[in-house]
């Protein structure tokens, strides 16, 4: 036992040597082929950080470089990251924000051409350095602060980070903890105007009293080095969109008279003396950088409190678009202006938002407000899907549902902006499918692959959740890791890449295997916290300390986690046969066929005609029943009398918002896609509630923006349409609709090839239309037992 418990350790070892050695490489590639940027072969820099006050604590940084140019390069290209975060300026022009998050073994760096922002003469380089210290959000790993930046030639190098570099920490900033309970993201912020260092982003700026910044380690990539405190590595996505928001509405006012468009006639002036409160409405929820331009109010604060929703005196929510007798609770920036004419305050990161209040407090001196910019931020997704059909609904649920997964994502995926950005692999596998479909743009699923595979801890599991600071293991999720690298597989034509991560997945499965339980061939005891999903009948309990968890998914004989491991070893075994495992496979197999025999035995009840929750059968659900179809443990020719007991009987545990995709995912194997279009009450229910994006779960929800609710921007290219790869990499397609009770479908759907383009309408009991495929492309169109094959060009049907 011993020796076993070794080896596996030592596989696991080995394992994430192996992942970091090859993975490395190639995101050195990427960077080269997605961006056409040089990348740093040797860092002959060193990082550099404050000289006189803690690295490790709470603080604001700041750092400046001046240099002078003869003449105006063509190309001026530069290289930087920072510890933890930073946002970079070219004579007072805002460049960036960065970098990427990522781990210390995989820290991200940008590459950016400032060229443009260059002048003959003097110029300076200023640089924003944050670190959040104990309050560092839960996605945000780091060593201390620093910041390093090389440039990429030999002119360049005039400003690499050395001690040349002046430094000074910002002590207008300090954390503010109000409402904070937002635990994984970091805390808003109080800026006492009166201490901050106007102008020190000008060249002029006089900068003698500041410190001679402090040298700290050569930059050093991955495997050039003995030791490694920040390896580095180039970005590996685009750099965010960055784009104005429309102005917001004003909602509800007191101690000042406005209305209508916030500052649409000008300035508003608080007079002396005075408290005034704002609720403003951008009608939508949106990220955003938040920038406030001031004069006066000396001795007096304006506070900006951000929330997706308002609640009312009972705690609730309701419907998201009425205030009446409501108030908002949210995290809350604390401005207290110096009293100067037109000063800019910026708050350090994006807040998520519908609603905005503004509390003011004014002394002996009035405070005008001048403006209030709003910048939204997010991945650079492009929505290249498109869906239409004769239920206008559908069309608003499309729009609502790809604002959800927009808000999801910047340099992650995040399970929810405003409570936690947190990449998941739960929510992470849904939306890398949604980003697929819509935008055609893998680069941020492929960075989550390789984040979450760099988690791997030496029992031989994932990580839930990475990058992150605090080690949670939700063993599902490790599961869901290899579904998502086989939708990978599936969706696009990129080998390589794919068969770097196979051990991670074989180990994966090592793990899963050895929990089997001789004695009832189903999971024993599951160590860690094994969610499912968020029936209110999995609740949190002194009992049972983790939410989610249903029965024997604790002390074991689960069918549900069984059955999801079943479920996976079918991907395991496709993904094995292909790249030539086919040793592994036949295990797999085996193994996969095994467990459904011994839940089919000891977990299916014939009188209810469907699979328990556990070998005690203490209760049933949606969930076993869903898994059992998927693993194909319930035989095929049973599979649709099943689906139809699940959506009949409501005495049954039932599937929420993030379950559904399963359940859908079944609805299709047993055949009854068709009744999709009927399956989306929830979300209609949400629509009708006034959210802009879609909630965690049905009311009461935690968040009103979730990303695994977006699921029906996959499913209405994937199961309405019935668009799916019918080969690795996306090479032959297969169209399979299922327009339910729509009278016709219109879409456009992204591949790897170009755009897909369907459109289908009733006539009588048939289908006709076109469909048109991109050159290279084939494929079959299937209705109702006919088969026609498809070739590129549009094909009539």
Known sequence: MIKKKYNTYLTSV???????????????????????????????????GPSTTSPYDYGVHLFRKKFSLADKPGRFIIHMSADQRYVVFINNHRINHGPAAGSTLRWNYDTIDIAPYIQVGENVITVQVI?????????????????????????????????????????????????????????????????????????DYDDSHWEEAAVQERGMNYGEGTEYIRALQPRNIPLPELKAEKPMQVRRTSGVTTNGIFLENGAITIPSFTKASLLLDQTYLTNAFIEVVLSGGRQGSLSIAYAEALYDTEGNKGNRDEIDGKKLLGVKDIIYPDGGKHRSYSPLNFKTFRYIQLDIETKEQPLIIEQLDCTFVGYPFQE???FKSSNPVLSTIWKTGWRTARLCAVDLYYDCPYYERMQYTGDTRIQSLISLYVSGDDRLMRKAITDLASSLVPEGILQSRYPAQRIQIIPPFSLYWVNMLHDYWMHRPDENFVREYLPIAQQIIRWYTERVDPATGMLGPMPHWNFVDWPNEWPWSAERPSGGVPPGGLEGGSSILSLQFAYTLKDAVDLMSYFGEKATAKEYQLLHKKINHAVLMQCYDPHRQLLADDIKRSSYSQHANIMGILADAIPKKEQADVLLRLDSDTSLIQATLFYRFYLIRAMKKAGLANRYVDQLQLWKDMLDLGLTTFAERPEPSRSDCHAWSASPNYDFLATICGLEPDSPGFKTVKINPNLGSLEFIEAEIPHPSGIIKLYLKKEIDELSGEITLPNGVSGTYGYKGKSIKLTAGTNKI
């Open 131 to 203: 670190n959040y210290g104990k309050w560092t959000p839960g996605a945000q790993m780091t060593s201390s602060t620093g910041f390093i930046m090389q440039g990429d030639g030999e002119a360049e190098q005039v400003v690499n980070t050395d001690k040349s570099w002046k430094t000074k920490k910002n002590d207008a900033y300090a954390p503010s903890l109000e409402h904070m309970e937002v635990i994984d993201i970091e805390p808003a912020d109080e800026i006492d105007g009166s201490l901050y260092p106007w102008g020190w982003q000008q060249i």
């Open 14 to 48: 080995l394992c994430i040597l192996f992942l970091y050695v090859s993975v490395f490489a190639k995101s050195a590639f990427a960077q080269e082929t997605l961006h056409g940027q040089d990348v740093v072969t040797r860092w002959n820099t060193h990082w550099i």
């Open 384 to 386: 290249l899907g498109r």
